[in-house]
């Protein structure tokens, strides 16, 4: 199911981008105070969209992973990403807030636990997945984020296509180990990078800060890393990670799309292995204690 999910992003993020334009109920107004949580991709997703919202100047954005989230705490709203919309940490989280908060869920299924817990519910049904890894899902939600914090995202669904086929990486099955960095509302998409690898393909990815990459990390690279810098470089670190004779490969199209490229990496390392992407070892579609 993960390659055909994979291609139907670009439909997937059409249909977000229409139901963006119908302003959903739930999400914050310039000001509010949010808070996004997650757990595992969910979480990532979270990370990216606080980072995107700061940066658009629409109010303080706090991503928690759903069992962090601080107990007590005030927000004007709280929004919980969740496919399956039964992670335990996220019920857990929304029980915590209870009507202190105003809460929203962005879930990928018609019926669930979050959805009593929650004020609001955006339902991308559209973009719900078979496959235990995720990789529509968070990207649709992604573009519905941005849409609504204002963002021109009509050429997105084209840099989906672009990403689905343009050449991966060269030698991209090759490597001893994977590192994908980003900085600011690319950090999560980074990590979501290093997360399919090590979900889909059981390889040995990490994920960094762009900058942080340099204190110490970057011991690690040699010729055998895949270094992969989603959105713009900081200054200075192309050079470096030149210098450790690692192969370097920086975002051609928007860093979502980018993402999309990452995925296909994971999918096509996965059954490079013999491993179902489906079915990762240990895993299962939704985590419930
Ligand atoms: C999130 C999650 C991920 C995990 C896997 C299955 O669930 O458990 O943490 O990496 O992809 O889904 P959800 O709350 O978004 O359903």
Redesign the pocket.
């Known amino acids: 199911h993960a390659s055909q999910e994979i291609a139907s992003q670009p439909g997937c993020w059409r249909t977000a981008i229409e139901l963006a334009a119908d302003r959903p109920a739930g999400l914050p107004a310039p000001g509010e105070r949010v808070a996004v949580i997650?757990?595992?991709?969910?979480w990532f997703a979270a990370q990216a969209y606080a980072a995107l919202r700061e940066r658009a100047g629409q109010g303080e954005t706090d991503a928690w992973a759903a069992s962090e989230f601080p107990s007590g705490r005030r927000y004007d709203r709280v929004i919980a990403?969740?496919?399956?919309?039964?992670?335990t940490e996220?019920l857990r989280a929304l029980t915590d807030v209870g009507s202190r908060s105003k809460t929203t869920a962005i879930t990928g299924v018609g019926a669930g636990p979050v959805r009593d817990l929650t004020d609001d519910v955006i339902t991308l049904d559209f973009a719900d997945e078979q496959s235990?890894?995720?990789t529509r899902f968070p990207t649709t939600s992604l573009v519905l984020l941005r849409a609504h914090l204002g963002e021109d995202v009509s050429a997105l669904p084209e840099h989906a296509e672009r990403a689905l086929s343009v050449p991966l990486p060269n030698d991209w099955n090759g490597f001893r180990q994977y590192t994908f960095l980003g900085a600011g509302w690319t950090a999560g998409l980074a990590n979501e990078a290093a997360?399919k690898v090590r979900?889909a393909a059981q390889a040995w990815s990490e994920s960094y800060l762009g900058m942080e990459y340099r204190h110490g990390p970057i011991a690690i690279a040699d010729v055998a890393s895949l270094v992969w810098v989603f959105g713009d470089a900081p200054h200075g670190l192309i050079d470096e990670v030149r210098a450790t004779g690692a192969h370097l490969e920086v975002s051609l199209l928007d860093p979502l799309a980018e993402l999309v490229r990452a995925q296909r990496l994971a999918i096509g390392l996965a059954v490079r292995r013999g491993l179902d992407p489906d079915a990762p070892r240990n895993?299962t579609?939704?985590?419930i204690l």
């Open positions: 997650g757990c595992g991709t969910s990403i969740s496919r399956s919309g039964t992670t996220i235990v890894v995720q997360l979900e895993l579609r939704s985590v």
